[in-house]
């Protein structure tokens, strides 16, 4: 997994926001892929270490509401439930999984994002939402492997 600059102490928050990948993650239902996206967060320094539950229970008890279009998952929980500083990843999972999205399932890709207060979090929802509009989804499916994951992230979302 990409995600610690380089020189970060592992444990601690990196000094800026800080970007994750994962190529080839293996989940057998949506849970194991959720926390697994949100794991990559928490070895960033990113997130504290109860983030992937609370990202798990966003899904149990609102529904797969964070399948936004075909394949594709944000992952979060609310600031308070963990988040340290704003970090944002990538999942590539193995093989998809399905969230019971009517629409959007099966699920391949997850994007993961956590931040220490509610102005980052909207901020960074924004920024994450125009890089999706931008074609962020298709160029990540494309990607080489972790490290290209990272790149493609960290151009998208330059302030990540």
């Given amino acids: 997994m ?3 600059p380089e020189g970060a102490a592992p444990g601690t928050p990196p000094p800026g ?3 994750a990948a994962a190529d080839g993650a293996a989940a057998r239902d949506w849970r194991e892929a959720v926390r697994a996206a949100a794991s990559g967060l928490v070895a960033a ?3 504290g270490e109860g983030y992937p539950r609370a990202c798990v229970r966003v ?3 609102n ?3 964070i399948v936004l279009t075909k394949g594709l998952a944000l992952v979060h929980a609310r600031p308070e439930e963990g988040g340290l ?3 944002v990843g990538v999942t590539r999972l193995a093989s998809p999984v399905e ?3 009517p629409d959007n399932d099966p ?3 997850l994007l993961a994002f956590c931040t220490p207060g509610p102005d980052a979090h909207v901020g960074t929802l924004s920024a994450l939402a125009r890089a999706l509009s931008g074609g962020l989804a298709e160029r990540l499916r494309a990607a080489s492997g972790e490290d290209d994951l990272a790149g493609i992230l960290k151009e998208a979302l330059p302030n990540a």
Avoid: C, I, M, S
């Fill in 99 to 101: 969230f019971g999205h």
């Fill in 17 to 19: 926001p800080v970007v």
């Fill in 107 to 109: 699920v391949d890709l």
């Fill in 59 to 61: 899904v149990e008890e």
């Fill in 2 to 4: 990409t995600a610690r």
């Fill in 63 to 65: 529904g797969p509401y």
């Fill in 45 to 47: 320094g990113a997130a």
């Fill in 85 to 87: 500083a704003v970090g």
